[in-house]
């Protein structure tokens, strides 16, 4: 069996991307059924000047996708930056790049801007005529006032029967923290999904601050000390340098810029926690850079075995083996 990429999806309609104002825009296709290992969304879109100082990946506040009536991505950004003159990464390509998948920006990008994301899903799709059904429902920002011109936007996939296990985004529990004092959080994790484990929780705050106070954040299960964001962020991978800061054209034209936190956002690894339906946080939060209280919202990335099913096409001798929960793990080792 081969990796195989297919387009599944193409428009040119400029009212289905980003623009002037905030928008919610649904895309639904069908798709050949098989092992589907990665969906991939490829954008080559101009604005009138440039839509952020930040990458356009900022531009996407929330991120649903449904596979035969299956959510398996459920994303909602903390936060976004894109009146800001910040140009620290966004909640979403850190989510998707810390999950075994990849997003990133042409770094020459101002007023064109050209992005791709691999969203890795890992689910092996049978039906009746062969078909797969893909609902796709985007939450887009508002740009800082550019319109859109012109662009292109496009969903592929990633077919290999080589893949080894399935990645479901599952849908957020929020929490109101008050300043200066230290909560118990219960994030709810789906128990329908058979065979799913808990890779990890995606933890995003209203605003760009992390605003912790010195016990950080403790997972029950994990042990009997807190964490502080430093301390996680060493312990993903973050700290060393593996987060895209997408700083411009008048940076580099061709070369991406690294940088070792986003403020606000952690990804915090449970190393396939076995699932419970709930796993308990205990969060000491600090001196808040905006009012008296903060939401933060408690997303899990959960793995799970995936059957693959073979399609019938030309055989490669090299396997490409994809394991989302090798890949989260394997960054708290490197």
Not at 7 to 31: E, H, I, K, L, W
Not at 166 to 179: K, R
Not at 186 to 209: F, H, L, R, W
Not at 291 to 317: D, E, K, M
């Amino acid at each position: 069996m081969a990796v195989n990429y297919e387009q599944v999806f193409q428009t040119a309609d400029t009212s289905r991307m980003p623009s002037t104002a905030a928008a919610t825009v649904t895309y639904g296709f069908n798709a050949s059924a098989g092992p589907i290992e990665y969906l991939m969304m490829v954008g080559d879109m101009t604005f009138a000047d440039s839509p952020t100082t930040a990458s356009v990946f900022e531009l996407i506040n929330s991120c649903r996708i449904v596979v035969n009536g299956e959510v398996r991505v459920d994303f909602r950004a903390g936060f976004n930056k894109v009146g800001s003159l910040s140009a620290t990464p966004d909640c979403f390509s850190t989510l998707i790049n810390k999950i075994g998948g990849r997003a990133y920006e042409d770094p020459a990008g101002t007023t064109t801007r050209k992005f791709y994301a691999a969203i890795p899903l890992g689910i092996g799709t049978t039906g009746k005529n062969d078909n797969t059904r893909f609902e796709i429902v985007m939450g887009y920002a508002a740009t800082n006032g550019a319109a859109i011109t012109s662009g292109t936007l496009e969903y592929w996939l990633q077919y290999n029967n080589n893949f080894q296990d399935g990645c479901v985004v599952a849908s957020p529990t929020s929490f109101v923290h008050s300043e200066n004092s230290i909560q118990t959080v219960v994030v709810k994790i789906p128990t329908n999904i058979s065979g799913a484990v808990i890779a990890g929780i995606y933890v995003q705050a209203d605003e760009e601050a992390d605003d912790y106070g010195t016990q950080g954040i403790r997972c029950v299960e994990l042990g009997s000390y807190g964490l502080i964001p430093e301390f996680v962020r060493f312990l993903n991978g973050t700290l060393g340098g593996d987060m895209i800061q997408f700083a411009g054209a008048l940076t580099s034209t061709d070369a991406q810029t690294f940088i070792s936190d986003l403020q606000g956002v952690q990804f915090l690894p449970l190393f396939g926690l076995s699932n419970a339906g709930e796993v308990t946080l205990i969060v000491d939060t600090g001196s808040i850079t905006t009012g008296s209280t903060r939401t933060v919202t408690y997303t899990p990335i959960l793995t799970l075995p995936s059957a693959s099913t073979q399609r019938q096409v030309s055989r490669q001798t090299q396997p490409a083996i994809g394991n989302t929960a090798d890949s989260i793990v394997s960054r708290t080792l490197d």
